[in-house]
């Protein structure tokens, strides 16, 4: 699995399309179009710009709740929040090969997806963020140690990507934690060099991955 996410957000700086391109050219591989506001015809009309450049990229497109754009799009899957469709809905709609990922914030949210047979979980907040409204509990490094342990006790395999207020600096002890992954938004676009700061992200989740593995 891509070990980084980029969550599509907008600034002064950038557009939603526009802070997906700057993922891109940092190496990011693993594009989520997020945009909680937008209409349908308006999520579509940045979709339809982004799936190419995605794909120029070798990089995957999934997009945030709307699962009917899927096929529109040609995108490769959809992330599921706790209010959104069922991830076993959704399969029966995309089909066996769209990459499905859900939302939890404790053991009991991450056994429930494991049983819908998402792809991977979306785990956080790991700390406040301004990117999303109506944040669940606070995780921190402790809570991730402790879901990633009772995960590995249960046999629960499902890659766990954490996510919420996430910045370069918090990578080695997230992983540490026993995450597969980190989803970012505005630690990127808020950076000076939001390209140079993605792949600097990208090489250090890569390097984190490394090392636990050898």
């Known amino acids: 699995m891509t070990p980084v996410q980029f969550i599509t957000h907008h ?4 557009s939603y399309l526009e802070g997906a391109v700057q993922a891109l050219l940092g190496g990011c591989r693993w594009i989520q179009l997020r945009m909680k ?10 979709g339809r710009q982004l799936v190419p450049l995605c794909r120029a990229h070798g990089a995957r497109l999934t997009v945030d709740d709307r699962a009917h754009l ?17 991830p076993d809905e959704a399969r029966r709609l995309l089909g066996p090969h769209a990459l499905i990922g859900g939302t939890a914030n404790t053991f009991t949210d991450i056994g429930r997806l494991c049983t819908l047979g998402v792809d991977y979980i979306g ?3 790991f700390r406040f ?21 009772r995960m590995r006790a249960s046999g629960m395999h499902v890659p766990l990507v954490a996510i919420g207020g996430i910045t370069l600096a918090d990578i080695p002890a997230l992983m540490a934690a026993g ?6 938004s505005g630690a990127v676009l808020g950076a000076e060099h ?21």
């Open 70 to 86: 899927v096929a529109p799009l040609g995108a490769d899957g959809v992330h599921l929040g706790r209010d959104d469709m069922p």
């Open 179 to 184: 995450v597969d992954g980190i989803a970012v």
């Open 37 to 46: 506001e937008a209409s349908d015809e308006e999520f579509l009309e940045v």
């Open 129 to 149: 963020t301004a990117t999303k409204q109506r944040l669940s509990p606070l995780l921190g490094l402790d809570g991730y140690r402790r879901l990633t342990a």
């Open 194 to 214: 939001p390209a140079e700061e993605m792949r600097r992200m990208v090489h250090g989740t890569i390097c984190c991955r490394h090392n636990q593995n050898t």
């Open 11 to 14: 600034n002064a700086r950038f």
């Open 123 to 125: 785990c956080g907040p």
